[in-house]
């Protein structure tokens, strides 16, 4: 068994519909870099994988980027606060190998 | 037919008057609650529908009382969006969605308009598409209020128009000393950050008009207010937005 964790990215649509727009996932022992799958040419992806993140939880100096693993997934429900945007918790999941 | 002929004209009448502006705020602040949808995210947000206005997003207090509790700020985050939009509101620069206090299915937070046509600037090339003059009008704001984390992701544009709505007024807007300002960084590299007749006179407005903004508030509220009286003398001093 190994672990699945992922965060859930939405935006608000202009009819104020929530539409997921890519997953964040990072599997236990594959190297810590969180893979994405979804829309991975939508702006917003682009900028925070291209960009990076603040590390808001721990106020560190630097950015944060998919391949800095468990800090990226846990950062990026402070870098989504809006409504217009949002993410969800870092969420767990069992895998059987 | 005439009978149906006037009756159509008198409709159009009517409808050619002058209607009453409406009031934004006080439909937040009032308005019949007539949906509430919660969204997908960690924050507990909901989108409400309000009778006869538009939908808008509640923040509830609880979700981020952690926050301002474990470093001791005196505030929640619906004291700080609101005091962001009446210092907007005094300057009379437009640039924040109108939020108020509303307790909604018993918990307490904000209310802030959802602007449904102008998206998220990180979804545009914004540098491009924003007036000049409000760049300049949102990079006072942001120097006003002392503002940290202003990204592509924390203020909308308007296509159309290049108009720019400010939003996110939270704790990180506030108190993250690693965060800063794009908007107040791009008027800066662009050499838009003079001021002009109008923004004088609503910075001499706003130096003059703070005892609402903190009478009764907390003291963080308090603090804020103050900074933004003094950097507004600053502007006027200098002629433009110090670097």
């Known amino acids: ?97 | 037919m005439s009978e149906s002929h006037e009756s159509f004209e008198g409709k159009s009448r009517i409808e050619n008057m002058p209607q009453p502006p409406v009031d934004s705020s006080s439909l937040l602040e009032n308005g019949e609650i007539r949906s509430v949808k919660e969204l997908e995210g960690y924050w507990g947000m909901h989108l409400v529908g309000i009778k006869d206005g538009d939908d808008a997003f509640f923040r509830p207090d609880k979700e981020t009382a952690f926050i301002f509790e474990s470093t001791g700020k005196d505030a929640r985050r619906s004291d700080l969006e609101v005091v962001a939009f009446k210092i907007d509101k005094t300057l009379g620069f437009g640039l924040v969605p109108p939020v108020v206090y509303r307790t909604v299915n018993g918990t307490e937070g904000s209310l802030q308009k959802f602007i449904k046509d102008s998206p998220i600037a990180k979804q545009l090339k914004w540098r491009g598409t924003v007036k000049p003059e409000e760049l300049t009008k949102a990079a006072v704001f942001d120097y006003l209020l002392d503002v940290k984390d202003r990204r592509g992701d924390n203020f909308l544009v308007n296509q159309a128009s290049g108009k720019i709505w400010l939003i996110d007024h939270d704790y990180w807007m506030f108190w993250n000393e690693i965060l800063r300002s794009d908007i107040l960084q791009e008027t800066q590299t662009r050499g838009l950050n003079h001021i002009t007749p109008e923004t004088q006179s609503a910075l001499e407005r706003f130096i003059t008009s703070i005892d609402p903004l903190i009478i009764g508030a907390k003291s963080e509220v308090v603090k804020i207010v103050k900074k933004a009286q003094e950097r507004a003398k600053l502007i006027l001093d200098k002629g433009k937005i110090p670097s």
């Not at chain 1, 809006?82 to 190998?97: F, R």
């Open chain 1, 1 to 97: 068994m190994i672990m699945l964790y992922f965060v859930d990215l939405f935006e608000l649509d202009h009819d104020a519909n929530q539409k997921k727009i890519a997953t964040f996932k990072l599997l236990e022992g594959e190297g810590g870099k969180v893979e994405i799958e979804g829309e991975h040419n939508h702006p917003v992806v682009e900028g925070i994988c291209g960009e990076g993140i603040f590390d808001y939880k721990y106020a560190r100096p630097g950015k944060l980027y998919p391949y800095d693993g468990m800090n990226f997934l846990e950062n990026l429900k402070y870098h989504f606060r809006s409504g217009y945007l949002l993410a969800t918790d870092v969420k767990k999941q069992v895998i059987d190998n």
